[in-house]
């Protein structure tokens, strides 16, 4: 079934036996909306979408849906054509519009998502929320710090629902990762480490070049700040979630190093955001080099959480059977040679440990997909929103969550912009 | 060829011996799990071990006897 919190096709018997339900909203309150419970209480309602872009990712969208019994594609906007035609394939019976302010006045529609570029989420997320929709909005929340704001602001001055594109709040391996960091399994945290590499250009293919800018527009300024924005937004969101704090600076290089083909976004970047209590998270993604993937990691002082792998290490390897101690000791005082120096001169390379999955049957994406990957959590998060939309129930805390994320990545931006630290200013507190 | 005859108490001997051993083996794990501090659950779980060692000092017990006889004849 995809239409509930997956945690445990999974593990469920561990999982909820050591956290239970209520344990787990408790502790992450954006999931009360995808819980089995949840689920039966709506069983047979339907919020009726509407789908503003159908590019990639809106295409990757409107896939997941079609799984989500509670969720009637019903009108399908873009204003360029054979995205919306492909869209309309889906969804034949779809109304399809090319103003996404047209299909705001449909009457029909009760909940929008804007799947767009990103420097028109912010108009086109107001307006929605203004018309009365409930909106999904991907991720970033918008291309200004400002933009974020206004969207945050116009959220909380209606009653409708916003969600922004976090999946990785809703994919069972994080979630458990998540609980697993808390209860202390790998100790205190004290640094963290996000990385996103691949290896190609970014570039959709053009079929004329006046539509350069419209189709390749995370590569231009005036549409996107690039790797910030369409990439580590997602993961920048992953410090606050294990560390439980803000962070207060951001220092930053951003370069075009690789890729000299006319964008004006970095390809090069490499960011470092300090919390208050003076843990780090460095951040680094590269599009010329795909040896290391993607990844955050989470450092503790007893072990490392692999959060994309969904596997965890211990520092000190677990000891072995006290009698194949006690024979591995005698077998060392008979044979070893007396020690003529210290361990303190032996290099320190990286564990070798093959650690332990946070979940069976995981699902592990390599990064590479420029549209989304399967069970990265997006079905849980669209179910989610659906079922919100359904109840009308507002879910702060993935707004906050959503929009600290946004801020940090445009902060990032401006910090490697303006080759300075950035302290987060007090007035994008929310 | 001849015959080898193992009387009743020749066996009772040998298992009284091997259950022996079997003791020591299990003794020998219980002192490496309170030296190094392991789980106490390794008394069963180290239970291929302890057969080996029983086995071992079987095995050793058995030709300690052997020479002493042989010498003592």
Known sequence: MYNELDLNNINRRDFFSTLGVGGLIAMFPWLQSCTKEKNEAIRGEKVRIGMIGTGSRGMYHLNNLLHIPQAEVVALCDNYEPHLQEAAALYPEAKQYDNYCKLLEDKNIQAVMVVTPLNEHEQMAMDALSAGKHVFCEKSMALTLAGCKKIHDTYKQHNQVLYIGQQRLFDPKYVKAMEMIHSGLIGSITGMKAYWYRNNDWRRPVPSPELERQINWRLYREHSAGLVTELAAHQLQVGDWALGERPESVTGFGDIVYWKDGREVYDNISLIYRYPSGIKMSYESVISNKFLGLEELILGDKGTMELEKGKYYFEEAQPAPGIMQLINDIEHSVFDNMAFAGPSWVPETASISKGYPVLENMHVTSGESSTGAVGDGSIELLTAFCNSAIVNEKNDRLVEEAYYSSVYALLGLQAMDEKRIITFPEELTI | ?73
Not at chain 2, 22 to 51: D, H, K, M, P, R
């Open chain 2, 1 to 73: 060829m001849k015959d080898i005859i193992i009387t009743v108490k020749q066996q009772k001997t040998e298992l009284k011996w091997l259950l022996a051993c079997f003791g020591l083996a299990i003794l020998l794990n219980i002192v490496s799990i309170i030296i190094y501090q392991t789980s106490w659950t390794e008394i069963f779980t180290q239970i291929l071990w302890e057969l080996l060692f029983t086995l071992a000092f079987y095995a050793l017990s058995f030709i300690i006897r052997f020479l002493y006889k042989r010498i003592k004849k």
